[in-house]
Nanobody, 122 residues
Framework: QVQLVESGGGLVQAGGSLRLSCAASGRTLSNPMGWFRQAPGKEREFVAAVSRSGTVTYADTVKGRFTISRDSAKNTAYLQMNSLKPEDTAVYYC?????????????????WGQGTQVTVSS
């Protein structure tokens, strides 16, 4: 079992920045990790993912503004969010799975965090 705990959400003005953290504990800590988000009234959507080797991929909506990274020594993944827009407002979820495809293709990772709220005001 893998436990994921997010932190770093909050309220920020448009154009501002936030950094989310996701601390992992439990078995298979070297899983690929990613971030998803869900805005009110919308389906949960993929944001970004990072593989064991450091390969990264992003949704087109955040490419060039968000950066995902991981610190394997600390078992932690990060999402640096810059140039935030009101449409980035959502609950952000950390996720992990041994299978890369479940993160970046099917959106069905086995492990989820509890979510952290990000609100961007205009």
């Amino acid at each position: 079992q893998v436990q994921l705990v997010e932190s770093g959400g909050g309220l920020v003005q448009a154009g501002g920045s936030l950094r989310l953290s996701c601390a992992a504990s439990g078995r298979t800590l070297s899983n690929p990790m990613g971030w998803f988000r869900q805005a009110p009234g919308k389906e949960r959507e993929f944001v970004a993912a990072v593989s064991r080797s450091g390969t990264v991929t992003y949704a087109d909506t955040v490419k060039g503004r968000f950066t995902i990274s991981r610190d394997s020594a600390k078992n932690t993944a990060y999402l640096q969010m810059n140039s935030l827009k009101p449409e980035d407002t959502a609950v952000y979820y950390c996720a992990a799975d041994p299978a890369w495809v479940r993160l970046v293709r099917t959106g069905t990772p086995n492990y989820w965090g509890q979510g952290t709220q990000v609100t961007v005001s205009s």
